[in-house]
């Protein structure tokens, strides 16, 4: 079975779960870490908990908001000890649609097709008239 935690400084990781409630839905097995939110400030205590909770055989797919920061840095240490754990970073909300409407069984190939195609995602726009 495939889990899926949001872990985030503040309510980043609550709110972005809930625009994906209203825009596909409700999706199981869902694990939301708001670190530094209501006094959440020990974040290994955080961390730990959360993949407790979680059977050890069962695969994890973490996604956090940023690459070096606390929140990230605290599951990067739990790489090592937990088989089938996964960590994602720079969550955004077209990535958490992919991964959730995935139909892909195999976990490493699904996140490498969705790592490869992120681009694909960001985008500059600039209006065709300049305007004085």
Same mark, same amino acid.
């Given at each position: 079975?495939?889990?899926?935690?949001?872990?985030?400084?503040?309510?980043?990781?609550?709110?972005?779960?809930?625009?994906?409630?209203?825009?596909?839905?409700?999706?199981?097995?869902?694990?939301?870490?708001?670190?530094?939110?209501?006094?959440?400030?020990?974040?290994?205590?955080?961390?730990?908990?959360?993949?407790?909770?979680?059977?050890?055989?069962?695969?994890?797919?973490?996604? @956090?908001?940023?690459?070096?920061?606390?929140?990230?840095?605290?599951?990067?240490?739990?790489?090592?000890?937990?088989?089938?754990?996964?960590?994602?970073?720079?969550?955004?909300?077209?990535?958490?649609?992919?991964?959730?409407?995935?139909?892909?069984?195999?976990?490493?190939?699904?996140?490498?097709?969705?790592?490869?195609?992120?681009?694909?995602?960001?985008?500059?726009?600039? @209006?065709?008239?300049?305007?004085?």
């Amino acid at each position: 079975m495939k889990h899926y935690v949001l872990a985030s400084h503040g309510g980043f990781s609550k709110g972005i779960y809930e625009s994906i409630q209203i825009i596909i839905g409700e999706q199981p097995n869902i694990h939301i870490v708001q670190a530094f939110v209501e006094g959440n400030n020990d974040i290994t205590s955080l961390v730990e908990e959360t993949l407790a909770a979680i059977p050890p055989e069962d695969e994890v797919i973490v996604c @956090s908001d940023v690459f070096g920061g606390s929140v990230n840095n605290e599951f990067m240490k739990q790489l090592r000890n937990r088989n089938h754990m996964h960590l994602i970073t720079g969550m955004n909300l077209p990535l958490l649609m992919q991964l959730f409407l995935s139909v892909e069984e195999d976990t490493e190939k699904m996140i490498h097709d969705i790592m490869n195609r992120s681009e694909e995602h960001t985008s500059e726009l600039q @209006s065709p008239v300049h305007l004085e």
